[in-house]
């Protein structure tokens, strides 16, 4: 079993739509939960950043993380074009050199 | 602030030919720096992760060699290119402690 499942399938939305995207992983000791977001041919951009259990919430995105599950999730409210992208689910535990575990991504397309 | 600089952003290497990639980072000091490849449809692969000067571990057994000569700098490097080594790859450094990683914008190898 991969350390993080993502399922990499496409998702098209129409615009204003809500985006949910997740991820599920097998780690226990996992304890910082990221998702960034990658346009086409550049470096993935931190977007969500959480180390606890719950919901955080930054404008239109929202994260959230069920430890007792394993299981994050992603949404975005009131999708706009601009946030066609990759979003990539990432997870790291304190071993000392923060490595990320990161799932395959998810390529959404938000139709105007 | 902080920031990282990688480059190229893109380049075309023979098979058989020698590598160097670059990355700095700015506004932070002893970071943890990293080298991610990104294949389609396979996520990141972490190939090279350092917590210090001279301090390189690897993750997978492969073609490139990394090197950290000063604090906020970090080289990626191959002898003799393989068809296989083709990919994007990724810089990235995060502070210790914290879990978050900061990408650069990446380079773009194509081996021929």
């Known amino acids: 079993q991969k350390e993080v499942e993502q399922d990499p399938g496409p998702l098209s939305v129409p615009e204003g739509a809500i985006v949910s995207l997740n991820c599920t992983y097998s780690n226990s000791a996992f304890q910082y939960f990221m998702w960034y977001r990658q346009y086409s041919r550049k470096g993935p951009e931190l977007l969500m950043y959480t180390y606890s259990s719950g919901n955080k919430e930054d404008g239109r995105f929202t994260a959230q993380v069920d430890k007792s599950s394993k299981y994050i999730s992603l949404f975005i409210r009131d999708s706009q074009p601009s946030d066609s992208a990759t979003y990539l689910c990432?997870?790291?535990?304190?071993?000392?050199?923060?490595?990320?575990?990161f799932g395959k991504g998810n390529q959404v397309v938000v139709i105007p | 602030s902080q920031t990282i600089h990688q480059w190229p952003a893109t380049l075309v290497q023979p098979v058989g030919s020698p590598l160097s990639l670059e990355c700095t980072v700015e506004?932070?000091?002893?970071?943890?720096l990293y080298w991610y490849r990104q294949a389609a449809g396979r996520g990141l692969q972490l190939l090279f992760y350092s917590v210090g000067i001279g301090q390189i571990s690897s993750e997978v057994p492969q073609n490139l060699s990394a090197s950290r000569p000063q604090d906020r700098q970090f080289i990626l490097s191959s002898k003799k290119l393989l068809l296989s080594d083709s990919g994007f790859y990724l810089c990235?450094?995060?502070?210790?402690?914290?879990?978050?990683?900061?990408f650069g914008q990446g380079t773009r190898l194509t081996v021929v």
């Open positions: 506004g932070t000091s002893n970071p943890n």
């Open positions: 990432a997870m790291s535990a304190w071993f000392g050199n923060n490595r990320l575990a």
């Open positions: 990235a450094w995060s502070v210790k402690g914290s879990g978050e990683a900061f």
